[in-house]
Structure formats: C-alpha cells, structure tokens
C-alpha cells in the first residue's frame, strides 16, 4: 500500500504563490503516477495536476501556466508550486497515487489518497 501526506496549504492574497508538498511512503517504488486533486463544498473533487511515471505531465486547463508539478525522487516527495494565485483557488488540495492508471479526468483513477490541505486565497 501507499500513504501519502500533504503539507504547505495556507491563506494567500491573490496574486501570491504557495507550493505544496507531499510525501509517498509504502510502496513508492511500485507507484505509476502521482498527482493533485482539488475540492470546493458541494462540488467534485477536480483535478489539477499529475506525471506518471514514463514522464508524462498532465494540467488542468485552469493552472496551465500557472502551476508546475514536480518531483524529488530522492525524498519521495511530489511539489505542486502555484503561481499567480486567485480566488477560485481556493479548495481543499488532495495528493493522489496509483499503481496503474493516470489522468485527471475522474478521482476514480486513483486508489491512493492523502487527508487534504487548505488553501485560501482572498482579495
């Protein structure tokens, strides 16, 4: 199994930046692709940003540009740096992982997830 915990969510004005971490323990060695889902109440979680493991990145239209996923292998920790903050940012933040599958259509993909981290951007 894989664990995963996140950390570095807080209150920003927009325009400002906060980066993300999380880091995977268990299984890592066996995990496919990792990435970001995020969550507003009474909506779907959505997702934001994920690699896999053969080096494919995948964005949200929303972030592109914006945001940049990233890796330290060393550590086992995956980074969601986010630039240019703005209010409809603000969500709760999950790390996802799975063994098999990528992509950010559906949270389903993922069998793995962390507890969330708040973000809140404000005027």
């Known amino acids: 199994k894989v664990q995963l915990a996140e950390s570095g969510g807080g209150s920003v004005q927009v325009g400002g930046s906060l980066r993300l971490s999380c880091e995977a323990s268990g299984v890592t060695d066996r995990i496919y692709c990792m990435g970001w889902f995020r969550q507003t109440p009474g909506r779907e979680r959505e997702g934001v940003a994920a690699f896999d493991k053969n080096g494919g990145t995948f964005y949200a239209d929303s972030v592109k540009g914006r945001f940049t996923i990233a890796k330290d292998n060393a550590k086992n920790t995956m980074y969601l740096q986010m630039d240019s903050l703005k209010s409809e940012d603000t969500a709760m933040y999950y790390c996802?992982?799975?063994?098999?599958?990528?992509?950010?259509?559906?949270?389903?993909?993922?069998?793995?997830w962390g507890q969330g981290t708040q973000v809140t951007v404000s005027s």
């Open positions: 996802a992982a799975d063994l098999v599958l990528c992509g950010l259509e559906s949270e389903s993909l993922f069998n793995y």
